[in-house]
């Protein structure tokens, strides 16, 4: 099981991008049952956010909405989850808080999982794919 990162989502339905072709392959792949793939709340709800500043709200939801169909079920982030989150982002000076709970996330369930970020590369413990090589 792959657990996907917002940059997955953002890359694949916006402009021209060296990533954009990886991710919308990777989304084609969740489509063909090629891969099976998650994602979490806080995940959709960053995409929603981030879509919502280059579209309008309606279009937005829309995308988000397809996405959560898309990638469902969707994977609820435990305490557990957040606090080694929290843990991992203290010991890692290059990944966000936000992006060490997905790396969490991904740990606790043994899933790999895939950023566009190279910095969940120095997390210990964590199998992950790097979307450029998709």
Same mark, same amino acid.
């Given at each position: ?11 694949a339905t916006g402009a021209d991008h ?9 989304? #084609? %792949? ?6 099976? +793939?998650?994602?979490?709340? *806080?995940? $959709?709800?960053?995409?929603?956010? !981030?879509?919502?500043?280059? #579209? %309008? ?6 995308? +988000?909405?397809?996405?959560? *169909?898309? $990638?469902?079920?969707?994977?609820? !982030? ?57």
């Open positions: 099981m792959l657990v996907l990162d917002t940059s997955v989502l953002v890359y060296p990533l954009r072709e990886p991710a919308v392959r990777l989304l #084609r %792949d969740v489509v063909a049952s090629r891969v099976s +793939a998650t994602t979490t709340p *806080e995940v $959709l709800h960053e995409y929603a956010r !981030v879509r919502a500043r280059r #579209r %309008d709200r309606a279009h937005a939801f829309a995308q +988000a909405e397809r996405f959560a *169909e898309l $990638l469902g079920p969707i994977t609820v !982030v435990s305490t557990r989850d957040a606090l080694k989150g929290l843990r991992i982002w203290s010991q890692t000076s290059t990944l966000g808080a936000f992006d060490a709970v997905v790396a969490a996330v991904a740990i606790a369930h043994r899933w790999e999982a895939v950023p566009a970020d190279r910095s969940f590369g120095s997390v210990t413990g964590l199998q992950w794919i790097d979307l450029a090589s998709y």
